[in-house]
């Protein structure tokens, strides 16, 4: 997508696109796993707000960020209704301004923290950026994002991913610039983990469908040969981290 579809373009390009629309539903699906009722939960890369709706929807407290102001614009219109009635907060400004900022108020911190559709591959350093999320989970809070899969099939035919394969299979990651101009990381799993510690465990790492199907996600492990053929087939792979109490 380019890098200037923002706001009301962006929801309509994503709402026509299936595939977009199954990932998605699958994100949705286990973040609602994630929370308990009437829980918390806190939106990263909130674009334009549609997971911040469904979350409200689902009776849960929702603080929400971004750093676009067409996406924000669009999302307090598109959840108007949600952030009168006080279930849904917006959150905002730079990056760095969100770095300094105090979040969600939330006296015990936030159960759950989501970044759909790939903001941490926009984040060139993510120490600080885990810190933040640590700092406003609760005790035993998790962390789920989506990131763009390094191990895509789709990449064979890109000569850029060839390009950076010794830098993602030494470095455990590379970097290229999206139409130019945006700087996009692709991180292997373990070393986003790495980068997550010692304030995070990854717990599970899951690879979601591209079709529908009942069976939305599933568990995959890179050490296991026969999850491979799941794992290459999806533009993004979810990664669940767990909050170490006391780090």
Request: net charge positive; charged share 20%; proline share 7%.
């Amino acid at each position: 997508m380019s890098a200037e579809v923002t706001g009301a373009a962006y929801v309509e390009a994503m709402n026509r696109d299936p595939t977009d629309r199954e990932y998605r539903r699958a994100f949705q699906h286990l973040v609602r796993s994630l929370v308990p009722p009437h829980g918390s939960v806190f939106d990263f890369g909130s674009g334009p707000g549609i997971d911040a709706k469904c979350y409200a929807g689902a009776g849960l407290r929702v603080g929400a960020y971004d750093v676009d102001a067409s996406m924000c614009e669009y999302f307090t219109r598109y959840c108007a209704a949600e952030i009168a009635a006080g279930s849904v907060q917006l959150d905002t400004g730079s990056y760095a301004d969100f770095l300094r900022s105090e979040g969600m108020p939330d006296r015990h911190g936030v159960d759950l923290i989501t970044a759909n559709f790939a903001p941490l591959n926009l984040v060139a350093e993510l120490p600080p950026l885990f810190a933040k999320f640590a700092a406003m989970l609760n005790a035993d809070g998790n962390l789920l994002v989506s990131v763009l899969n390094p191990f895509f099939h789709e990449l064979l035919k890109s000569r850029r991913w060839w390009a950076g394969l010794p830098r993602l299979i030494f470095g455990g990651s590379y970097t290229v610039p999206l139409h130019g101009v945006i700087p996009v990381t692709r991180w292997l799993p373990g070393r986003l983990a790495r980068q997550a510690a010692p304030l995070f465990r990854l717990t599970a790492l899951y690879a979601p469908r591209t079709t529908p199907t009942a069976q939305l996600l599933r568990r995959v492990h890179l050490s296991a040969p026969g999850d491979w053929a799941r794992i290459a087939a999806t533009q993004f792979l979810f990664l669940q981290f767990r909050r170490i109490p006391g780090a």
